[in-house]
């Protein structure tokens, strides 16, 4: 066996331990020989930080399947301890922090789990998109700085390419706009509200069939698709805006038969996420509801589907359409994100 | 200045001198600066073969915006002589070969030149699909043999992400089908049926809009889709096939009656072209005329835009579209294979 040959482990401390990193933790169990075989890799997990749940830590690492097996059977590992985050990642011994702990006006958590992680010699995956969002400049100086590497594929479109897409297919071009549909929930209760029903009884369906948190609000009142304009604004056209730079209108007070008399137009209330460099080069960003007419290429976005149209000097436009991102869609991302960080190209 | 900020020069032989080529040195010429500075690249050309104007050789290499002059302004340069291109492309001391000569069945001219271009140590971008429709495999194992690269982002959606796409953006995942709409010729002649203009006329439009070629049998007859299938097939589902197997639907003989009947069924004739792995593994592919409904993504894609969908097993659904390609968008493909091949990420 050559070194070129050896399989090399790579160490992994999760924190946020919701069903996107289960998933991702069940990927990586049912994938684990290709990922040895072909990619020369072995994930182990040293750390585990859940929101409720306690702490597990282990100093050589345990292969993702079995993190299940010790958080749905109760094997022991969960203790119930609750390690400060910047701990458990600190003394993880890992190669990469997850990031997957819900999202927080200003992301000042996930923050400062990304400084403690690149502080710690660890790179950084992460799904969480406040710190992309808030402070993708001062997180990228950051990695940069302590040589390490950040990804965060999965905030966005879950599984679909969005970053990458710009990063590794469109050298040397240079996008000047984008507008899309980016929030589920919003899509959801636009459709239900079509048939009649009020916001509050389609938030409930969505929130019935998973789509929506338990705490709707962040999506109904727009703040989750700024978030999203404002990552994809500072990533995709080198701005450096927050979300509280981003004009959100919410779906507040939208009745039933605002939304029909839009439909007896032939038309579709979307709320759609855009930015644009303007031409004295800063950055307009918005979440606009908008009544969207048959021919738009947004139009047709309903449910878990999400749609990103890009504009760029060179590739003209280009537009990316998830159909019916599911939960494992979002985890792939994660699995994404670590195979761009450790196989060679 | 150290060395790793010398600005290195990369030598281009240019076989094949059409629209596409020609658009591409002009995004060169209107980028020199930005490739030295931001890419550390200056591009110069050592040798033009083209198909009736003659050879040019400069053994120093010349810019891109110089060959335009040349070519244009009868600078001398381009003189007349037809080397022949197997001789042009071993003796042009270039680093890489762009391939634009004309498709031809079978491949053959294409395939010859790119084994030259291995063979004497050139990397190769093709935006002729020949040597990926009908020789992938082999092309890819003599490179590889020769420790050579071969890109060809350009030759399916002109600059949209395709190839790349499935290379950077989905790795350890698995694509088991896709479906497109990929030739304009079809679409524009549709379209202009759907008004009652029969297919010759509706052809000679297309030929008018600089869309359909001076021969349109190739397009008409399904063969350039299924060379795009064929391709699409042989990178992205590891299949080994050539055009001749790919299933093909002629729109020779349709009538706008034909076109205005489905229409008034609400819904649109597109030529799709479709592959899939099949449960034996095997992969079927095909060409065909099919009535699209409303709600079919590819329902909206029209003249000169292209879509394709691809279902992935842990991304899913993506569907890219490019809306409205022209010439800049092919160009831009050679442009961003260049620099994939010579730019650090």
């Not at 727009?222 to 500072?234: E, F, P, Q, S």
Request: with cysteine; charged share 20%.
């Amino acid at each position: 066996v050559t070194s070129a040959n050896e399989i090399r482990n790579v160490k992994l401390c999760l924190l946020g331990f919701g069903h996107v990193t289960q998933r991702f933790c069940e990927i990586v169990a049912d994938r684990s020989q290709e990922l040895a075989e072909r990619h020369r890799l072995r994930l182990l997990v040293t750390a585990v930080g859940t929101g409720r749940h306690g702490s597990l830590t282990h100093s050589v690492g345990i292969p993702p399947g079995s993190v299940l097996e010790r958080f749905h059977e109760g094997v022991p590992g969960f203790d119930g301890r609750q390690i400060a985050a910047t701990t458990l990642i600190s003394e993880s011994g890992a190669d990469v922090l997850v990031e997957s702990t819900p999202l927080e006006h200003g992301g000042t958590a996930a923050i400062s789990h990304l400084e403690c992680a690149f502080d710690s010699g660890l790179d950084v995956i992460t799904v969480n998109k406040g710190p992309i969002a808030w402070a993708y400049e001062r997180m990228r100086t950051y990695a940069r700085e302590r040589s390490r590497r950040l990804r965060f594929e999965g905030i966005t479109m879950d599984g679909c390419p969005v970053y990458n897409l710009a990063e590794f297919c469109l050298p040397g071009d240079r996008i000047t706009s984008f507008r899309g549909v980016l929030n589920s929930t919003t899509n959801y209760a636009l459709d239900a509200m079509a048939t009649g029903a009020s916001l509050d009884q389609a938030i409930g369906e969505a929130q019935a069939q998973g789509i929506a948190e338990s705490d709707p609000s962040h999506d109904v009142e727009g703040h989750d698709a700024a978030a999203k304009v404002a990552a994809l604004a500072n990533v995709l056209l080198g701005a450096d805006i927050t979300p509280d730079s981003v004009g959100r209108d919410s779906i507040r007070g939208l009745t039933p038969d605002d939304v029909s008399s839009v439909i007896s137009e032939g038309r579709r209330l979307r709320v759609v996420c855009s930015a644009a460099i303007t031409h004295d080069n800063r950055v307009a960003a918005q979440v606009s509801l908008e009544p969207l007419t048959r021919d738009d290429p947004l139009y047709s976005i309903s449910g878990t589907s999400s749609a990103l149209i890009l504009q760029a000097e060179l590739a003209g436009t280009i537009e990316i359409v998830e159909r019916d991102g599911l939960l494992t869609q979002t985890a792939y991302a994660v699995y994404s994100d670590l195979l761009t960080l450790f196989v060679q190209r």
